[in-house]
């Protein structure tokens, strides 16, 4: 149901009716998805330049599969041909079910919803706020430290990784089946500037858009989230061991898992790889959360969707009140009008100037 008045958008969305008011760019809701809407299946997916790798919980045999989705060879027809190979991977994965991917929506300088330019920008709005609701959180938990996450880069750059002779067969197949409605003349001056060294590291993002494609056209609501955040949230009062730690970080990411699956009563072997435990930690975050009605999602008409799992004391903890006292369940929940030009680095999600959400039970 959408209603304008004047500059208000009236939305009901997951059982909360969401007030917004459109001021321009930057516009961005959150909101906490219902509990009774929990999705038959989740599923993490870890993206990588040569795989796709899978943590699947099917809600109702109570357990989490580990499955590999591989794109060499993806060539003719290349969006269609990893759709397929998502179903043969993972059946459970039908229409209506959830899947969490790590990897961004879109570059950052193209509007999701037309495919048009934006305005010249450092980073993407989503990120910001996220910083934000980290600190607030890192306040009253110090482990948790501060949110770093890889920029976005903008469309040139991955089309100067597609012109490029080095670039991989099946990315340069899956990037050219999503840019090519962009114009030949950027492509061009794209091909005149090559990648080199550790930019070539977020290269595997065109992975990442593809594989929202392929969900989305197999009837899949996909949205976007942040393992290593999500490892931290999950066990805020210890420091997250760097991935370079090796065997002893994989250690720790399975006794965290293997914790959160105790707690949500699903049979969880421990995750082989690195790669798989990102995986099962987006999965079994969402479930642990939708549960609880912590499962929160940020909307951005431009940028997509992105999911934080949160613990139900973290979630009270977002929306509690400048001066600390808990808001009455019964109240209208207010959302702080996020302000994307303040310098400030925490977020309190009560009131603001700039735009105003307001959420409460319909």
Same mark, same amino acid.
């Given at each position: 149901?959408?209603?304008?008045?004047?500059?208000?958008?009236?939305?009901?969305?997951?059982?909360?009716?969401?007030?917004?008011?459109?001021?321009?760019?930057?516009? #961005?809701?959150?909101?906490?998805?219902?509990?009774?809407?929990?999705?038959?299946?989740?599923?993490?997916?870890?993206?990588?330049?040569?795989?796709?790798?899978?943590?699947?919980?099917?809600?109702?045999?109570?357990?989490?599969?580990?499955?590999?989705?591989?794109?060499?060879?993806?060539?003719?027809?290349?969006?269609?041909?990893?759709?397929?190979?998502?179903?043969?991977?993972?059946?459970?994965?039908?229409?209506?079910? #959830?899947?969490?991917?790590?990897?961004?929506?879109?570059?950052?300088?193209?509007? %999701?919803?037309?495919?048009? +330019?934006?305005?010249?920008?450092?980073?993407?709005?989503?990120?910001?706020?996220?910083?934000?609701?980290?600190?607030?959180?890192? +306040? +009253?938990?110090?482990? %948790?430290?501060?949110?770093?996450?890889?920029?976005?880069?903008?469309?040139?750059?991955?089309?100067?990784?597609?012109?490029?002779?080095?670039?991989?067969?099946?990315?340069?197949?899956?990037?050219?089946?999503?840019?090519?409605?962009?114009?030949?003349?950027?492509?061009?001056?794209?091909?005149?500037?090559?990648?080199?060294?550790?930019?070539?590291?977020?290269?595997?993002?065109?992975?990442?858009?593809?594989?929202?494609?392929?969900?989305?056209?197999?009837?899949?609501?996909?949205?976007?989230?942040?393992?290593?955040?999500?490892?931290?949230?999950?066990?805020?009062?210890?420091?997250?061991?760097?991935?370079?730690?090796?065997?002893?970080?994989?250690?720790?990411?399975?006794?965290?898992?293997?914790?959160?699956?105790?707690?949500?009563?699903?049979?969880?072997?421990?995750? +082989?790889?690195?790669?798989?435990?990102?995986?099962?930690?987006?999965?079994?975050?969402?479930?642990?959360?939708?549960?609880?009605?912590?499962?929160?999602?940020?909307?951005?008409?431009?940028?997509?969707?992105?999911?934080?799992? %949160?613990?139900?004391?973290?979630?009270?903890?977002?929306?509690?009140?400048?001066?600390?006292?808990?808001?009455?369940?019964?109240?209208?929940?207010?959302?702080?009008?996020?302000?994307?030009?303040?310098?400030?680095?925490?977020?309190?999600?009560?009131?603001?100037?700039?735009?105003?959400?307001?959420?409460?039970?319909?």
């Amino acid at each position: 149901e959408t209603i304008r008045d004047g500059q208000r958008l009236r939305k009901q969305v997951h059982g909360f009716v969401i007030m917004q008011r459109e001021r321009g760019l930057g516009r #961005l809701t959150i909101a906490a998805r219902r509990p009774d809407k929990s999705p038959r299946a989740i599923a993490g997916i870890d993206v990588g330049e040569d795989y796709l790798d899978l943590a699947i919980i099917d809600r109702r045999r109570a357990r989490i599969a580990y499955r590999r989705v591989a794109m060499a060879g993806i060539d003719r027809a290349p969006l269609e041909m990893l759709r397929e190979r998502i179903a043969a991977a993972a059946p459970e994965l039908d229409r209506g079910a #959830l899947a969490i991917v790590d990897s961004p929506r879109w570059p950052r300088d193209r509007d %999701l919803r037309r495919n048009r +330019a934006r305005p010249a920008r450092r980073g993407r709005d989503l990120d910001s706020v996220l910083r934000r609701l980290v600190a607030t959180l890192a +306040a +009253a938990a110090p482990a %948790l430290g501060r949110l770093s996450m890889f920029p976005t880069p903008p469309t040139v750059y991955f089309l100067r990784c597609i012109a490029d002779s080095r670039c991989k067969p099946h990315l340069q197949s899956l990037g050219c089946a999503l840019f090519a409605p962009l114009m030949r003349r950027e492509r061009r001056a794209a091909a005149r500037a090559s990648v080199r060294g550790g930019l070539l590291f977020t290269r595997f993002m065109i992975a990442g858009f593809a594989a929202y494609r392929a969900l989305e056209a197999a009837g899949i609501e996909a949205c976007e989230s942040f393992p290593d955040l999500q490892f931290r949230l999950a066990a805020p009062t210890v420091r997250l061991l760097p991935k370079s730690a090796g065997k002893a970080a994989l250690a720790m990411r399975q006794r965290i898992i293997a914790r959160l699956a105790r707690e949500a009563g699903v049979d969880a072997g421990p995750p +082989a790889t690195l790669d798989f435990a990102d995986a099962a930690i987006l999965a079994l975050g969402a479930l642990r959360s939708s549960r609880s009605g912590a499962l929160i999602e940020l909307r951005s008409p431009e940028e997509g969707r992105f999911v934080l799992a %949160l613990s139900r004391a973290q979630w009270r903890l977002l929306r509690a009140q400048p001066d600390g006292g808990a808001l009455d369940k019964r109240a209208a929940i207010r959302f702080q009008e996020v302000d994307l030009r303040s310098p400030n680095r925490s977020l309190n999600l009560a009131a603001g100037p700039v735009y105003n959400y307001i959420a409460r039970r319909c």
